[in-house]
């Protein structure tokens, strides 16, 4: 009864700052969103299991990655940034390649809030205006959100590689946020795992 009641709370969370893009949805620019800088963020995809320091992509995750290409292909993606890692920049470098732009890598070390921060500038200033592709990690996508205007969001859960969200920054005005999925489907969440993100663990009880 208490798993279900948090992932009912989940469900009321997105449903307000979120609207459902379906599977693989990036929503099409409108004349209302003109001047605006589009932020397309997912993570990484799957891993292999070899070079546990900097693992690349498994075969799994280099179909993923291909299949991001191909529903970004007309998105007029003017920018694509990742971190140093080769799964992040592996997964974006067919959309890059794609788009004709280069991967800017900014570095992720033990100063995680540094790194949110500094994405989150990098796409307000150099690439303002643009549509940039963010292909983060699980515990920095939705954090990045967050630092960009978008609502607070939970980690994304380790087993899901599917989620793709869509901030859209306006000139003017409060950021939008969307989110879809692409690519194959997760695995069945395991627990403490809602639709792809990490459950809301409830208050402590007041002693």
Do not use: W
């Not at 280099?62 to 971190?83: F, I, M, N, P, Y």
């Not at 992720?108 to 307000?124: C, I, K, N, P, T």
């Not at 990045?144 to 590689?161: E, R």
């Amino acid at each position: 009864m208490v798993r279900r009641l948090h992932a009912l709370a989940l469900a009321a969370l997105l449903a307000v700052p979120m609207a459902a893009a379906g599977c693989g949805g990036v929503p099409s620019p409108s004349p209302s969103t003109q001047g605006a800088t589009t932020v397309i963020l997912v993570r990484h995809a799957e891993r292999a299991t070899t070079n546990p320091q900097d693992p690349p992509l498994s075969p799994a995750g280099e179909q993923r990655a291909r299949e991001l290409a191909r529903l970004l292909r007309d998105r007029r993606v003017g920018a694509v940034v990742t971190s140093q890692f080769a799964r992040t920049r592996l997964t974006a470098a067919p959309t890059a390649e794609a788009a004709g732009v280069a991967v800017d890598s900014v570095s992720v070390g033990r100063d995680m809030a540094a790194h949110v921060a500094a994405v989150a500038e990098r796409v307000r200033t150099r690439y303002a205006g643009k549509t940039v592709l963010v292909v983060g990690h699980s515990n920095t996508v939705t954090k990045i959100i967050t630092a960009l205007g978008g609502p607070p969001l939970a980690d994304i859960c380790d087993s899901a590689y599917g989620n793709l969200f869509t901030l859209v920054i306006p000139v003017e005005g409060a950021p939008r946020l969307t989110r879809g999925h692409y690519g194959a489907a997760d695995p069945p969440a395991a627990p403490g795992c809602v639709d792809g993100l990490m459950e809301p663990r409830p208050a402590p009880a007041p002693r």
